[in-house]
Nanobody, 119 residues
Framework: QVQLVESGGGLVQPGGSLRLSCAAS????????VGWYRQAPGKQRELVAT???????NYADSVKGRFTISRDNAKNTVYLQMNSLKPEDTAVYYC?????????????WGQGTQVTVSS
């Protein structure tokens, strides 16, 4: 069973930065699309950023110009660099990989890491 482990969350002041990491237990990111999602209290989980197998990226309008998603397939790790953080970025952040398997596409999720932006 593939395991994804997020890390790098914490408490940061508005305007600060954090880098989240998502490490996989096996080589699952190569050739598959990976996304970062977040869920704030009382709200639905929303897509933050994605990176395709070829490296193209997409971002939610709310984070464009502030967040950057990247991948290091050799380290089985995907990153989310978050700059100019705002209180509304406070949420639990999750990574997800849509993995092509012999039986079809299977989504694997991490357990999440808390990001709190507050003064």
């Amino acid at each position: 069973q593939v395991q994804l482990v997020e890390s790098g969350g914490g408490l940061v002041q508005p305007g600060g930065s954090l880098r989240l990491s998502c490490a996989a237990s096996e080589s699952i990111f190569s050739g598959n699309a990976v996304g970062w999602y977040r869920q704030a209290p009382g709200k639905q989980r929303e897509l933050v950023a994605t990176i395709a197998s070829g490296g193209s990226t997409n971002y939610a309008d709310s984070v464009k110009g502030r967040f950057t998603i990247s991948r290091d397939n050799a380290k089985n790790t995907v990153y989310l660099q978050m700059n100019s953080l705002k209180p509304e970025d406070t949420a639990v952040y999750y990574c997800k990989v849509a993995a092509r398997r012999p039986w079809g596409i299977t989504d694997y999720w991490g357990q999440g890491t808390q990001v709190t932006v507050s003064s």
